[in-house]
């Protein structure tokens, strides 16, 4: 039992010392009461929507809609172009924004000398993109892949190279104590040092990517689920576009919990501020 000594002058003990407050690292999935208010929002739908209206069909049509298409073999294969083109856009803008971000941050030289294109580039609307990248790619799986990542690669770079020129003098130090040459001193000091601020870039870059994965598929009408919504528009088929934006938007909510989780697994050794 601990006994605290008495004030001299009033006799009275003095307050127990607080325990500092314990930091708890935040969950790696998103916690799923954020979606009350979107399943409130499809209850009411539900109840006060008119069964045979063609334009806001109540949310018990889009689950029969969504049924008919698997039937039909058209919405797994669409689901998994635009997951494959998600996948493989978001990956090539991880390593492309990494590498350039290490290039100009660790460089003023070549930061003076890129920094007027990438910021042009960088201003340039997706949409504006995507006919030029079917001059010279076609309709085909490769241009939505270059289109994606031309659109997330920005924060990827932009926080990699934030990352770079915020770098601790003394990993620096301790790299050239160590001897360490080029590609040791990236591999076991800068890159690690930095997988914070890419996590941070992948993170914002990924939403990016899905909208713009959908955004070329309705404009090309390329194989995948922005097609699908194309085609439900165009033929009047809104139950049929109201489950597939659904689709996409669950599919986002896990895109966002897969890329929190491999971020708690790799950062699991750091200590959380």
Not at 51 to 59: D, G, I, N
Not at 155 to 177: C, K, Y
Not at 182 to 195: E, F, G, M, N, S
Request: aromatic fraction near 6%; charge should be positive; proline fraction near 9%.
């Amino acid at each position: 039992m601990t006994v605290f000594p008495a004030d001299a002058a009033t006799g009275a003990l003095p307050p127990p010392a607080r325990r500092p407050a314990q930091r708890t690292r935040p969950t790696s999935f998103p916690p799923l009461r954020g979606l009350l208010p979107l399943v409130l929002l499809l209850i009411a739908w539900q109840v006060t929507a008119d069964r045979l209206s063609p334009y806001f069909p109540p949310p018990s049509s889009w689950a029969s809609a969504l049924l008919d298409l698997w039937n039909q073999g058209v919405l797994l294969p669409a689901a998994a172009a635009t997951v494959r083109t998600f996948c493989l856009g978001l990956a090539a803008a991880t390593v492309l924004g990494t590498a350039l971000g290490l290039a100009v941050g660790a460089s003023p030289r070549v930061d003076r000398a890129l920094r007027p294109t990438l910021e042009s580039a960088r201003a340039m609307p997706p949409a504006a993109v995507v006919p030029i990248a079917t001059l010279l790619l076609g309709f085909t799986g490769t241009m939505k892949v270059v289109v994606v990542t031309s659109a997330a690669v920005w924060s990827i770079l932009l926080n990699t190279r934030s990352g770079v020129q915020q770098l601790d003098p003394v990993l620096h130090e301790m790299a050239r104590s160590l001897q360490l040459g080029r590609l040791d001193r990236i591999r076991k000091v800068t890159l690690p040092a930095l997988l914070p601020s890419i996590f941070l870039g992948v993170r914002v870059a990924a939403p990016v990517a899905l909208v713009i994965t959908l955004l070329v598929e309705i404009l090309t009408q390329v194989d995948g689920i922005g097609a699908l919504i194309a085609l439900s528009q165009r033929n009047y088929q809104f139950a049929r576009g109201y489950g597939l934006i659904l689709v996409a938007g669950l599919f986002s909510l896990v895109v966002n919990a897969l890329v929190s989780a491999l971020q708690a697994q790799l950062l699991r050794h750091r200590p959380h501020g």
